[in-house]
């Protein structure tokens, strides 16, 4: 728990100090991170989906025809999580994509963009530290079946190991 807290601290800490010296770059020179970051977020949310189709491809129709099933455990809502994150952060960039312009039509803003620019930059270092959080959530598809393929595996050398050797035919 004192590590959440601590890495917690840090990246707040990591995001107020980016807002801070992020008020002197432009929007123009942040976007393209935002494009890279919308694009990260697409890739995550792909993949992330062609793994959950592939590990719980029961699940998955049953989740959209209706019904219950019984291979649901706690890995699918494991996997599950960096679609849900990757939504959110695709939404947040795009957003901020149509709202940007709009804001740059006020007087107001235009008279106190340095602050502007810095929250659009705290943002920015906000989403990448989030989508930096559910790459490594992403993993975990991946890290699951790799588990599996060794367990089985186990199970397997550790059968071979307790039952009889079968006979070759040509004997």
């Known amino acids: 728990m004192k590590i959440r807290v601590l890495i917690g601290s840090f990246c707040l ?16 020179s942040q976007w393209p991170l935002f494009e890279a970051l919308r694009t990260t977020a697409s890739i995550i949310f792909a993949v992330v989906g062609a793994w959950f189709a592939i590990i719980y491809p029961d699940r998955l129709k ?65 989403l990448t530290l989030w989508q930096l959080l559910t790459v490594l959530f992403s993993l975990i598809g991946p890290d699951m079946i790799k588990r599996h393929i060794s367990r089985q595996d186990r199970a397997e050398e550790a059968a071979q190991a307790i039952l009889p050797k079968k006979k070759e035919k040509n004997d």
């Open 62 to 126: 049953k989740s959209f025809r209706g019904g219950a099933s019984d291979n649901s455990g706690p890995g699918i809502h494991r996997l599950f999580t960096p679609i849900v994150h990757s939504t959110a952060i695709l939404a947040t960039v795009l957003v901020t994509g149509i709202v940007a312009p709009l804001l740059q039509q006020f007087d107001w803003i235009l008279e106190h963009r340095n602050i502007f620019r810095g929250i659009s930059y705290g943002l920015l270092v906000l």
């Open 13 to 28: 800490a990591i995001i107020l100090l980016s807002g801070y010296l992020g008020r002197n770059i432009a929007f123009n």
